[in-house]
DNA sequence: CGCGTAAAGTCTACATCGTAGACAAGCTTC
DNA sequence: GAAGCTTGTCTACGATGTAGACTTTACGCG
């Protein structure tokens, strides 16, 4: 199909409302939403909004600041759980509510875990930071020194982004189209050399991502309950 | 500075050998692991071959089948370990070898992790898929079930990918440079905001990967030394 | 050897992108 | 009303991916 060019949001391209940063982000990300990242490019974007798109160069420095934008928004979605009774049960809330976020926000995926990797930690959105100092914050209300919430926190964070990764790219939308997707690209892996694969096959189709990730979550919470060793050096093997 | 415009590799542009898949995507990820993603266009790498860019697209649809081709390419690397003595020293040694394999292309990990997003699992180059086979005959031959043999080894490399991209953020490439930008960095944020992350400060300065890897992964094998539940659904809370 | 066919490489052209820079319109504050 | 800042617009340029037609090269078969 051709691209659809026609606004995504209500405006019937007759009303101009003043911009603002939070609008030209917010429409940003219905678009990335609706259309994926490529469909977001600056002229789109200011058609979206009525706009000439160099108006856009207001709220953000250049392209990759809106991505920066788009990506911080998102993350403040994140609601933080208060009073939860332990901090275990609060981890496992705050990685589902991750979860659900990166579920919400498919197409913004690939910014999350991409666009720090361009951006030295201090340097980045705040909005960015906010999650890691609330974790330890709690880690260490929790007991643990702060050098050791730090490494939980990697540990932990370390494996709910890989989760979410795994968890979009086993995702299929149609899920009638899925199954046979999935048997149709299984079927076409030499069986000599990928045996195992193909025999997963049902198991692969029938995906819990919720139990997937709380299963994680909990063997993640089994091996910290062993204490966590200190060494001078990295073991040779 | 300006974009270095010289050829990459040796060949004084006065040679001109055959293409070939294998060539192109070689010269391609050199080029990557020079100057990063962005340089990688058609026209650059085809210059880089001195070649015309439309040559190019008899070895690659089009430019996202070329990145295909790079990630394949450096997935490729990925030194398979036999004979250890048991699974858990045998998924230790391949999490660093994927570690190692991206500190050697960082430019590629976001690829890495990205591309698989826009491919169903049945259809991604067989390259690709190997590692998963690997580690599933691995812990299927140490003995779990097939079924468990899956979520063991999406929590394990989900977590090996996470790892990864936490250290790629982390790292900065001049590490004299490295104290000064951190510091300037973490003052930069509001002390109340923030003040656990800023206390951290010198733990975080000395940030040693291989030994967060391995403490991570102990704590998985740890974690998995706890029998797996099975439920019937995810649980309410 | 020669010739015909397929493969490999090239040329031209176009739509689209990000964005620099000069300018105009609108709002705020005396 | 005038001055000055903020906001939006216009025009223009270089770079990008790639379609389509063309030319060159390689190679098999008589």
Known sequence: MPPPKNPINSSPAGEKP??????????ALALVDA??????TMRRLGQELGRDPMSLYRYAANRAALLDGVTELVLKELSISPGLPDWQAQLRQMAHGLRLLALRHPNVVPLLVTRPLSTPLGLRPLGTLRPLEQILALLIDAGFSPSDALHVYRAYYGFLYGHILNELQEFVVDPEENEALLRLGLHRLPAKEFPRLRALGPVLADYDGAAELDQGITILLNGLAVPLVHEEAAPKH
Chains 1, 2 share one sequence.
Do not use: I
């Open 18 to 27: 003043r911009l603002s940063r939070d609008l030209v982000l917010t429409t």
């Open 35 to 40: 259309e994926g990242l490529d469909a977001l």
